[in-house]
């Protein structure tokens, strides 16, 4: 096809754009090198699959399918309004929660204000507050050597916000580095920030987490009218491939996260989904358990090869080697391991493991083992 540079006609905030790095699909890694039986450990899904109940609730929608969905999504906001014990006017809901962010940073960002998040926090923060050309207030994240290394430095988050501020995101825990903020810290910082500034918390991994610690920002909102609560059935409840997410706000926010919010984004399969599987908090806690049984076990298998972790409330953690991870990186996909390369996020000495089965697990330390065997 004949080449042509549309880059000079492009909105500027989109010509300076990076896509984001997506964890490489199981069939891709297997048709470049001609091998079967690989594992995925490389975007934080749930390696127990769904709840049972969702393959029977999509089978039940097939013969639905040239009807659009309800665009207000009523009864899984129902079901999220008890779920919560919310009304639905706080909810939005969102094709996976990357969704959210994109409304948030549609309806608050623009080149004259500004995001502030931290240096290591979720790669899709950086990319919708570039999206709209507003200025990113990046702050510097703890040190490697502190307990909670490489997490949100909350005290200088706070520093950064200024008249300019409009939207400051936090994830506890955060992806890809796994640490988190204790509640009442992070409660703090809410209550104390102007009423022009919009506080963004991304519970993504929230069913994974030690709740007493972490608290549940959803549970705030009635304290904080400039809470967002973001949400997802991506992780714990296994729906990554339905992309279903959810914030939570006061009914102000909400409407102005609605007004931008697609008609139909989500799908008669995702809302069916996200809907059942809600009711099955069993699975959930089936969940949790095997994850913090595998996260004590990567621990120790990992500080056994010499390899350090950042702290993790999450269902992966972040590996340190000390040195460029390419080879370390390339050895384990050659043997069927997938996990997820961090230079995206200037971490090149960082490899970030999904939490998997025990199974896996094993695999997967055995696989690094090998390969830093022969280095
Ligand atoms: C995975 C993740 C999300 C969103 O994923 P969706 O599939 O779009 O819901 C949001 N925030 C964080 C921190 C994540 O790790």
Request: aromatic share 8%; charged share 20%.
């Amino acid at each position: 096809m004949k080449a042509r540079d549309y880059l000079h006609l492009a909105n500027p905030a989109v010509s300076d754009l990076v896509p984001y790095t997506p964890g490489k699909p199981v069939e891709e890694l297997e048709r470049e090198l001609g091998i079967s039986d690989s594992i995925k450990l490389a975007s934080n899904e749930n390696p127990l699959g769904a709840s049972p109940l969702v393959a029977e609730a999509i089978q039940k929608t097939l013969d639905g399918l040239n009807l659009y969905p309800d665009a207000n999504g009523f009864y899984l906001k129902q079901a999220l309004s008890e779920h919560h014990d919310l009304p639905p006017d706080c909810i939005t809901l969102g094709n996976g929660s990357n969704d959210i962010l994109v409304f948030l940073a549609q309806a608050f960002l623009n080149p004259e204000v500004a995001a502030v998040y931290s240096q290591y926090a979720f790669a899709v923060y950086p990319i919708v507050t570039q999206m709209m050309g507003a200025k990113h207030q990046v702050v510097p994240a703890l040190p490697i050597d502190h307990p909670m290394a490489l997490g949100h430095d909350l005290r200088a988050m706070y520093a950064a916000v200024d008249d300019d501020t409009r939207l400051v995101f936090i994830a506890n825990p955060n992806n890809p580095t796994g640490t988190w903020l204790n509640q009442e810290r992070l409660i703090d910082f809410v209550g104390s920030l102007p009423p022009h500034v919009i506080c963004v918390i991304d519970e993504a991994y929230t069913e994974y987490g030690q709740t007493d610690v972490l608290g549940d920002a959803s549970t705030w909102l009635d304290r904080f009218p400039n809470l967002v609560v973001s949400r997802t059935f991506s992780k714990a409840y296994g729906l990554a491939a339905l992309r279903v997410g959810y914030a939570l706000a006061n009914p102000g926010i909400t409407d102005l996260l609605n007004r931008v919010r697609p008609p139909f984004n989500v799908s008669v399969l995702g809302l069916e989904a996200a809907r059942v599987a809600l009711q099955d908090q069993a699975f959930i806690e089936k969940s949790r358990a095997m994850n913090e049984a595998g996260l004590a076990q990567l621990k120790e298998g990992l500080s056994a090869l010499g390899v350090d972790v950042s702290p993790s409330a999450a269902n992966f953690v972040l590996a340190h080697f000390g040195r460029p991870v390419d080879e370390i990186n390339r050895g384990l996909m050659k043997q069927g391991v997938i996990v997820r390369p961090v230079g995206n996020y200037g971490l090149d000495q960082s490899l970030r493991i999904t939490i998997g089965t025990p199974e896996q697990n094993t695999r997967l330390l055995n696989a690094l083992a090998s390969v830093l065997e022969k280095m």
